[in-house]
């Protein structure tokens, strides 16, 4: 029931009247353009490959999606990239309070879709600022269009690969939590390197959040949760928050989504896992 409850909260506000789209498009409808060569997609929104060449070539954890940008997201990323987005190119130090325009807590979120569960924590949390980053073009531009239809000053929007932006981008101690929602599971055996929750990637992660600072993760895929439980417990930089050393519930601040409903209505089976950067240790 609570699912539920939850669920008609997040609908009614993804059903918030979308802004008008700029003619002659009609609202909704996709974007065609034929561009000259080497014309960039939107000249004002994000980069089309933000890094470029400058870093070495490695296996990821993601696969570019490529679908049609609707008007109204087209429009999102020309008006509101300049104010609200970041390309993770890799040759900056990002300063987050500049960025955000105060000092308040920032929260990395890596992989948000479409951006509505986004939205909706950014409206709920006012006092904490996200850092949403994904490299899905529609789905930036969704995100962005959310956030200035409801005021969202608290949201900015990455483009690029969040490894790059963790290890050339973001200082020492300057995040105060990590989200890693739904991640591409890669469920072949073959392809489990591909997964984002790894040692590796952990120990990167860990020099970037504040003592205290939470990660959450959540899985409907159960071989990766319990990859993820692995890793993460056996990690000496995280501690589980839970008592018996398993799967926590699924915070009230995590909105349910639509897709994850539809899941939970089908007998998918969701893990929440809620981790704490432990103190620093001497090594």
Request: some cysteine; glycine content about 8%.
């Amino acid at each position: 029931m609570e699912h539920r409850k939850i669920g008609s909260t997040v609908s009614d506000f993804l059903n918030a009247p979308e802004a008008p789209s700029p003619a002659p498009h009609a609202p909704g409808a996709s974007v065609r353009h034929t561009r000259a060569k080497g014309e960039p997609r939107f000249p004002d929104g994000p980069k089309a490959d933000p890094a470029g060449s400058h870093f070495e070539r490695r296996i990821r954890s993601f696969q570019p999606r490529r679908s049609r940008v609707t008007a109204g997201q087209a429009d999102a990323l020309q008006r509101l990239w300049p104010k609200w987005g970041l390309d993770i190119d890799g040759q900056q130090v990002i300063d987050l309070p500049e960025l955000f325009g105060n000092d308040r807590p920032v929260v990395l979120e890596i992989g948000f879709g479409m951006g509505e569960a986004t939205a909706q924590m950014a409206a709920t949390d006012p006092d904490t600022n996200i850092l949403a980053v994904d490299v899905h073009t529609p789905g930036q531009g969704n995100l962005l269009g959310l956030a200035d239809r409801n005021g969202l000053s608290n949201v900015r929007v990455g483009n690029g690969d969040a490894i790059i932006l963790l290890r050339e981008m973001l200082t020492s101690d300057s995040l105060d939590g990590l989200r890693v929602y739904f991640p591409d599971p890669w469920p072949k055996k073959r392809h489990h390197k591909r997964r984002l929750i790894q040692p590796e990637f952990l120990t990167l992660a860990a020099t970037r959040l504040k003592p205290g600072a939470l990660v959450h993760c959540a899985t409907d895929w159960e071989p990766y949760a319990e990859q993820m439980l692995e890793v993460l417990t056996a990690h000496p930089d995280f501690e589980n928050t839970q008592a018996d050393g398993g799967f926590a519930a699924r915070p009230e601040y995590r909105p349910l989504t639509r897709f994850e409903g539809q899941g939970l209505d089908k007998g998918h089976v969701v893990n929440d896992l809620l981790f704490r950067r432990v103190p620093h240790q001497d090594r």
